[in-house]
Nanobody, 116 residues
Framework: QVQLVESGGGLVQPGGSLRLSCAASGFTFNRLRMMWYRQAPGKEREMVAAITPGGGSTNYADSVKGRFAISRDNAKNTASLQMNSLKPEDTAVYYC?????????WGEGTLVTVSS
């Protein structure tokens, strides 16, 4: 079955960095676009970053451009999100997402808290 497992969240001070990882299984990873979303308390879930199957093209929400970088390792079936210059408004649960066989799959999320 399809599984997406996020890791790497935690508490970080403003200006700091974190690297999130998503371990994928149960589907042909190198054929699918991968996305990272986030949901802050009281807000709707929003897409943060996306990467094409081969990793050659990425796109980002305006709020994270220049600070976040999405990448993938198709040999290891993992997608990552490097987050730099973190701000308190980046505080949210971050989710890995993939469309597999016409169905939308999500991990359970990893909490990122940016606070001094």
């Amino acid at each position: 079955q399809v599984q997406l497992v996020e890791s790497g969240g935690g508490l970080v001070q403003p200006g700091g960095s974190l690297r999130l990882s998503c371990a994928a299984s149960g589907f042909t990873f190198n054929r699918l676009r991968m996305m990272w979303y986030r949901q802050a308390p009281g807000k709707e879930r929003e897409m943060v970053a996306a990467i094409t199957p081969g990793g050659g093209s990425t796109n980002y929400a305006d709020s994270v451009k220049g600070r976040f970088a999405i990448s993938r390792d198709n040999a290891k079936n993992t997608a990552s999100l490097q987050m730099n210059s973190l701000k308190p408004e980046d505080t949210a649960v971050y989710y890995c997402n993939a469309w597999v066989g016409g169905m939308d799959y999500w991990g359970e999320g990893t909490l990122v808290t940016v606070s001094s």
